[in-house]
């Protein structure tokens, strides 16, 4: 074992002492508070460096140009100009940028697993399709660690990508944040310090679903949003009994997973994602979180959000979209590429989101597109903000603000040297730091990442 | 007074049509050379394009557009899309791509096409200027039906060419209809050997056609009349008149596909093509170029194991043709016929292509492929062009202005008319 390693192990258990008297002092978590799956994830041993010179967007609206970002202990040090080198490694980042890691708030990696196939579409990981109450479900039990999607995400710049399960079911389940880092279970890749997530769905899927023969569940709109609010009421119950009887005021009610993860989003302990295109699905949302009393965390897809941009920034609710993605359904034929920039300048916190393994490797060029269209109705957003929507707004969402998605000291380095701008298509991601350890470097990529699943496939690789 | 507003509207829309354009200022990619040709001025007359001259004079009465030094080009040619057939993909009954006929599955796409729709509109804006429109799969594997030219013009008429190519699918899409691949290509095989007979057997003297029999269309007898799709413009891929065009991905079917057009001495392209570097210098020797979109590096099934976004790259260093089509995915490649295949365009660069041949591969090679000339702005060219203010291939370039066979289109889209409507909203 190197000097470095025990160095980095010495550092882990610092790491994880801190922690531990924060979570004695509490009493006993709630059963919405706790995790079954826990995490596994090991920061390797970092890649101290300073790099020299760059243009660096920070991830909260600043700009320096001809900047340099310390990076040492997995952490990132200091950001400034003329850093004096402390002995570090030294990257001439002259001409070139310098970001936080791409955050992506909307994945389906590891359960839309390409290449797919036939076993695939008859009964697919993305969503629990046999009942419109999936709320007792984990997603991260069906990840497949082994989908070369991570690895493309990586090496596109993504360090924090959100699993979430799909749109389906109205109360989809629970949701897991992870870095694509090669390892064998999804619990290795999972991070930790975010709050947990939670999926539900609005409009058309559910309801198509619920209308097809033998299918269980609404066939309306209006039946989806009343399905809604009676598992609140259900939950509230729940949730008021599991609470009086650790105060030793009654008897514990049997435990039901489902209500349980219900009454975590009352709580606020889980965080709701919520598939919703129209206006009016949106504000039907926001007006159930208002009588029960949790915020939704953002409004996914949202693909109307730009007509009532006022709801969502007086319910603290963020809108995950799309550059592009528009007229595939009938929900979405008002989307606008510019809904980004318009909700910007609304001061609606937003942020691009994929919802596939492709867009999820270029939401920076996504965040072009929406500036570019932006433009054509004269709002111009600047990259010191743009960047916003690919970093800090997402981290926030997460609840990770404090940790990745900004570059300021004491932040995880989760950090991307870009070849150039990036939000130019040419510009490729040189290096990718996942807490300050090189998990991708552009000028070795044969010691890239390699999921188990593309080795020795004769067509695979050259 | 209904007729007054309507006469305003011609004396307005007349000039138009006959006006002279004098794009000024011009960075202008006139697909010539591999440079463009700077400060240019390019003279747009009778719909045609009359010079590109460096600092060239405006003359008295044209109508000038400045185009301030940014690039000017060739309008965009997609290699493979179905704008015009698509309205709300989810929803079938607004979708024309595909032929449901048991009896006569013969589908030429050229009679669904609508310039009216959303997503032809916003491709305009989107630089877009011509379009092959190609059928999805029919009952009838590994038939899709024949393949169309859209110009993208105003208004609903947007044919170009009808009937520019048999559109054909091997793997993915024909499994389901007809099992193995082997069967499809022999099926494929079967169809091409009946015609190569037909078209050697004497002429049947039928109206005095000539050639124009061998290509099939319409012959007479009633709607249909018990033919098989592409079964009578496959005669025409037989006659060397129109190409055939194979969608498919796995290295193996891209060997068959150039063994085919070895072995039948046609005009075979490849579309999908993601394992086509594989076999690129096979490809070449048979000269069969490859539509494909440069954004893949997933495969999506297992006939796409070896998806890399060099593709183009690597085939165009070997001397293949390459051209943008089916960019961006399912909902892209519609969707977005004009940002996708932009982005894929800039894509094939950040990879390995050289910047002028992406270019190509957006303009000249679609057409070329496709059995048709243009895409270039040299004299005497059709004036499809389009004036950017950046770099085309980046998506967060905009299209300033749209010129479409001499006549400046719309490009507000429907999207910007929703974006200007709500952008005060808080």
């Known amino acids: 074992m190197t000097i470095k390693r025990i160095a980095m192990l010495a550092m882990v258990a610092t790491a994880m002492l801190s922690a531990g008297p924060v979570g004695a002092q509490r009493s006993a978590p709630m059963p919405w508070q706790q995790d079954p799956f826990p995490s596994r994830y090991k920061a390797p041993p970092p890649d101290d460096m300073l790099l020299k010179g760059a243009t660096i967007l920070d991830g909260v609206g600043g700009r320096i140009d001809g900047g340099d970002v310390l990076i040492r202990g997995g952490k990132i040090v200091a950001v400034g100009k003329s850093l004096a080198n402390p002995g570090v490694r030294e990257v001439d980042a002259a001409g070139r940028w310098v970001t936080p890691g791409v955050i992506d708030v909307h994945s389906h990696d590891g359960t839309f697993v390409l290449p797919l196939t036939a076993i695939d579409r008859e009964a697919s990981d993305v969503s629990e399709v046999s009942t419109p109450n999936a709320a007792d479900t984990w997603i991260e039990t069906a990840v497949n660690a082994q989908d070369m999607g991570f690895d493309r995400a990586l090496s596109n710049g993504v360090t924090t990508i959100q699993i979430l399960p799909g749109s389906t079911p109205i109360f989809a389940g629970r949701s897991v944040i992870v870095k694509p880092v090669r390892a064998p279970t999804v619990w290795e890749m999972k991070a930790v310090g975010g709050v947990q997530g939670f999926k539900m769905a609005c409009g058309e899927n559910p309801k198509s679903w619920g209308a097809e023969k033998d299918n269980e569940g609404p066939t309306s709109r209006q039946g989806v949003v009343s399905y809604m609010r009676q598992q609140f009421i259900d939950a509230q119950r729940y949730k008021r009994q599991v609470e009086q009887a650790r105060a030793g005021a009654g008897a514990m009610p049997p435990r039901d997973l489902k209500l349980e993860a219900i009454a975590g989003i009352l709580s606020g302990d889980v965080r709701v994602n919520l598939h919703c295109y129209r206006a009016g699905d949106i504000a039907g949302a926001l007006s159930i979180a208002k009588e029960f009393g949790f915020r939704i965390g953002a409004i996914h897809h949202a693909t109307e959000a730009y007509k009532i941009p006022g709801l969502l920034r007086e319910a603290g609710t963020c809108a995950a979209v799309w550059a592009d993605w528009w007229g595939f359904k009938l929900e979405a034929q008002d989307a606008v590429r510019a809904e980004a920039p318009m909700l910007e300048q609304a001061g609606v916190c937003v942020m691009m989101h994929s919802d596939s393994p492709a867009d999820g490797q270029r939401l920076n060029i996504a965040a072009a597109k929406a500036a570019a269209a932006g433009r054509r109705i004269g709002i111009d957003i600047p990259p010191e903000r743009m960047i916003k929507w690919t970093t800090s707004n997402p981290a926030k969402l997460l609840g990770m603000d404090k940790r990745v998605g900004t570059l300021a000291p004491g932040y995880q380095a989760d950090v991307v040297l870009w070849s150039g701008n990036p939000f130019s298509i040419y510009s490729r991601a040189d290096l990718v730091l996942i807490d300050g350890a090189i998990a991708w470097d552009r000028s070795a990529p044969r010691n890239g990442p390699v999921s188990d699943f593309e080795l020795g496939r004769g067509g695979a690789r050259p | ?426």
């Open chain 2, 1 to 426: 007074m209904r007729m007054f507003a309507s006469l305003i509207a011609l004396a307005i829309a007349s000039p138009a049509a006959a006006e002279t354009i004098a794009v000024t200022h011009a960075e202008a990619w006139t697909m010539e050379g591999d440079q463009p040709v700077r400060d240019a001025t390019i003279l747009i007359e009778g719909g045609k394009i009359v010079s590109v001259t460096a600092a060239g004079d405006v003359p008295a009465g044209a109508r000038v557009i400045d185009a301030r030094g940014k690039p000017v080009t060739p309008g965009f040619v997609n290699a493979a899309t179905q704008i015009g057939l698509v309205e709300v993909a989810g929803s079938p009954d607004t979708s024309d791509t595909s032929s449901a006929d048991e009896r006569n599955p013969g589908y030429d796409v050229s009679r669904a096409l609508n310039g009216n729709s959303t997503l032809v509109s916003l491709a305009r804006a989107d630089g877009i200027t011509r379009a092959l429109i190609y059928p999805a799969p029919s009952r009838h594997a590994p038939f899709n039906g024949e393949a169309a030219f859209a110009r993208l013009r105003d208004g609903v008429d947007i044919l170009d060419t009808a009937n520019v190519g048999v559109y054909t699918v091997i793997g993915g899409g024909a499994w389901d209809r007809l099992g193995s691949r082997a069967v499809q290509w022999t099926a494929l095989r079967k169809a091409l050997e009946e015609a190569r007979r037909a078209n050697a057997a004497p002429p049947v003297a039928e109206d005095g056609k000539g050639k124009k029999d061998r290509r099939g269309g319409p012959q007479g007898g009633p709607p249909g009349g018990g033919r098989g799709a592409g079964e009578d413009p496959i005669r025409g891929v037989i006659a060397g008149d129109i190409p055939l065009a194979i969608q498919t991905q796995r290295e193996s079917d891209i060997r068959q596909a150039a063994a085919l057009a070895n072995d039948f001495g046609i005009h075979v392209i490849v579309v999908g093509g993601t394992e086509a570097w594989r076999a690129a210098d096979v490809l070449a020797a048979a000269k069969v170029a490859v539509i494909l979109d440069p954004q893949v590096n997933l495969p999506f099934n297992f006939d796409q194991l070896g998806a890399r976004q060099d593709n183009a790259a690597l085939l165009a260093k070997a001397g293949v043709r390459v051209a943008v089509g089916q960019a961006g995915g399912p909902i892209h490649a519609n969707y977005n016929a004009g940002m996708g295949l932009r982005e894929g365009a800039g894509i094939a660069v950040a990879n390995g292509l050289p910047y002028v041949e992406a270019l190509r591969a957006v303009t000249v090679n679609p057409l070329a492929i496709w059995g048709r000339g243009g895409g270039t702005l040299v004299v005497g060219a059709d004036a499809d062009l389009v004036v950017w203010d950046g770099d085309p291939l980046e998506p967060s370039t905009n299209a300033v202005s749209v010129i479409v066979e001499g006549r400046e289109t719309g490009i507000r889209s429907r999207q910007d008319q929703l974006a200007e409507r709500y952008k005060d909203a808080r």
